[in-house]
T-cell receptor, first 114, second 113 residues
Framework: DAKTTQPTSMDCAEGRAANLPCNHS???????VYWYRQIHSQGPQYIIH???NNETNEMASLIITEDRKSSTLILPHATLRDTAVYYC???????????????FGTGTSLTVIP | DTGVSQDPRHKITKRGQNVTFRCDPI?????LYWYRQTLGQGPEFLTY????????KSRLLSDRFSAERPKGSFSTLEIQRTEQGDSAMYLC???????????FGPGTRLTVT
């Protein structure tokens, strides 16, 4: 599976947009980009995923560059409750006879500042 | 609440004892995963079930670890002869078909003294 690179930590002011970058320069054509977050002492929470097109849901937006070598997760109006570790994961989907499990890195620790 | 549940949430045990954790997945999900997470690291895959069949195991799953999903519903993870290095958060996740996103439970934090 393709490796991802994320900054170790970031700060964001409350109410501002949080833009979390992820580099996945070795991504393959059949690999999706997934984002999860983990609030302290809780299990990871699914945020969003995408293949080529930009995606938006009630939690966030995912912007994938045209060459698919990097992406940005956008939290449009960060709140204190968005303080968490954010994981960017690249994974093939639909492989036969596998669990399609995730391989997490160490993620980006986002701190939202009042 | 129809999310993934895990029991117990915390377990403290002495080295050498056996422990068992339970995971109840989202009811309609046929895929169930166990992960382990140590401090400062992301979760690491341990094993995967599709219905009652255990289809994949990580090399992290030593012979002291065993997992079952007897009726394709809840799952148990047992660690025999616990060691201090087993201290970690044990996470369970369940999922369905394409695109195979997973929904995680709150985890069981194990401390081996």
């Amino acid at each position: 599976d393709a490796k991802t690179t994320q900054p170790t930590s970031m700060d964001c002011a409350e109410g501002r947009a949080a833009n979390l970058p992820c580099n996945h320069s070795t991504i393959s054509g059949n690999e999706y980009v997934y984002w999860y977050r983990q609030i302290h002492s809780q299990g990871p929470q699914y945020i969003i995923h995408g293949l080529k097109n930009n995606e938006t849901n009630e939690m966030a937006s995912l912007i994938i560059t045209e060459d698919r070598k990097s992406s940005t997760l956008i939290l449009p109006h960060a709140t204190l409750r968005d303080t968490a570790v954010y994981y960017c994961i690249v994974r093939p989907t639909g492989r036969v006879n596998t669990g399609n499990q995730f391989y997490f890195g160490t993620g980006t620790s986002l701190t939202v500042i009042p | 609440d129809t999310g993934v549940s895990q029991d117990p949430r915390h377990k403290i045990t002495k080295r050498g004892q056996n422990v068992t954790f339970r995971c109840d997945p989202i009811s309609e999900h046929n895929r169930l995963y166990w992960y382990r997470q140590t401090l400062g690291q992301g979760p690491e895959f341990l094993t995967y079930f599709q219905n009652e069949a255990q289809l994949e195991k990580s090399r992290l799953l030593s012979d002291r670890f065993s997992a079952e999903r007897p009726k394709g519903s809840f799952s148990t993870l047992e660690i025999q002869r616990t060691e201090q290095g087993d201290s970690a958060m044990y996470l369970c996740a369940s999922g369905d078909q394409f695109p195979y996103e997973q929904y995680f439970g709150p985890g069981t934090r194990l401390t081996v003294t």
